[in-house]
């Protein structure tokens, strides 16, 4: 079986244009071969601000919703963010989720395709690396991000360039090469916590 990639849309807002680079990715990646590429939208868990009373990391989840959005996470071996730079970060929905959850994020390497103005979503990428970085998670330097990005959308969907394209080949070759390493790392956590 194939690595399952999750392919996570950040932004929830109205308008929003991320599930466009989140299908293209998932077709891309598809193509690539290396995972099994899983599309995660945020906006269909309804997840409110942050809350469960008891700390995330003792997995004793009340509400439905957290239930649903851990067990998704769960079975993630990787994960893609695609993500919207607001105000020099990522959206507020996309640090809710990931707060939400602490050992399902463990051990588990990640990328991004980020989209904005003209740094193409790099500063919030940069501000999300510090989060997942608390949470084990292994944010690689290879990434995807589009400048400017209304240029490559027409008819409905994301067109990118030859420079795009050759990016996401790059990242899904790192996630591969990382997801294999960090695989042994989590049943040993695991069963290190079972004992």
């Known amino acids: 079986m194939k690595p399952k990639l999750h392919i996570i849309v950040g932004s929830t807002r109205p308008g929003r244009v991320g599930p466009l680079f989140a299908k293209w990715f998932a077709d891309f990646a598809r193509e690539h071969g290396a995972f099994e590429p899983v599309l995660v939208d945020i906006a269909d868990f309804d997840l409110p601000l942050f809350d469960e009373p008891k ?24 994960f893609v963010f695609v993500t919207p730079e607001y105000n020099y970060f990522i959206p507020a929905p996309l640090v809710n989720a990931i707060t939400y959850l602490v050992n399902e994020w463990h051990y588990k390497p990640a990328g991004f395709l980020s989209y ?23 944010p690689i330097p290879e990434g995807v991000p589009v400048p400017n990005y209304p240029q490559f ?9 030859d420079l795009i394209t050759a990016g996401a080949r790059t990242m899904l070759d790192e996630l591969e090469r990382w997801t294999g390493a960090l695989k042994a790392l989590r049943p040993a956590k695991q069963s290190a916590a079972a004992a």
């Open 55 to 78: 700390h995330p990391r003792l997995k004793q989840y009340e509400n439905e919703h957290t239930k649903r959005w851990s067990q998704t996470i769960e079975k993630g071996d990787a």
């Open 153 to 161: 959308l027409a008819d409905g969907a994301f067109k990118p360039n």
């Open 116 to 138: 904005g103005g003209v740094s193409g979503g790099l500063r919030a990428v940069e501000s999300a690396k510090t989060l997942l970085n608390t949470l084990k998670v292994v």
